[in-house]
């Protein structure tokens, strides 16, 4: 009878290499954020690869628009690009009281991974330090 529990919270990805891999990121943080065996729970979202996001928005071969037609900023703007990929993911959050805090990330760069782990402690810090003043 366990094997059904966890069962239950695992999922299985296919990767198709025709599909774009930001869209098919999002169907799965939907899939999860959406899930009601997380109801209870914050979200921590970590966007990757800050690096070469910011490699491709400089780059005059590619225009985000290309692949996301809805995107009206400036395609080689970090700030207007990252804004419009983090709100790709906050649209499909159903439930407006659940926290998402989100993160861009260069796993790469260590320097950036210990300010990320430290915003993330503090916020893990924080919210317990919250619910037990609520309790």
């Known amino acids: 009878m366990k094997r059904l529990e966890w069962l239950k919270k695992c999922f299985f990805v296919i990767v198709h290499r025709r599909t774009n891999r930001l869209e098919e990121s999002r169907n799965i943080f939907d899939t999860i954020v959406n899930n009601m065996i997380f109801g209870g729970v914050s979200i921590i ?31 080689h703007s970090i700030k207007d690009v990252q804004s419009f990929i983090l709100n790709m993911f906050i649209s499909v959050k159903r439930d407006p009281r659940k926290s998402l805090f989100h993160h861009f990330t260069t796993a790469v760069d260590t320097e950036n991974i210990k300010v990320v782990f430290n915003a993330v402690k503090d916020t893990i810090l924080h919210r317990n330090l919250e619910s037990l003043m609520l309790q």
Request: aromatic share 16%.
């Open 45 to 75: 979202l970590f966007l990757n690869k800050t690096d070469l996001l910011e490699k491709k928005v400089k780059s005059s071969d590619t225009n985000v628009s290309w692949y996301f037609p809805q995107f009206n900023g400036d395609s």
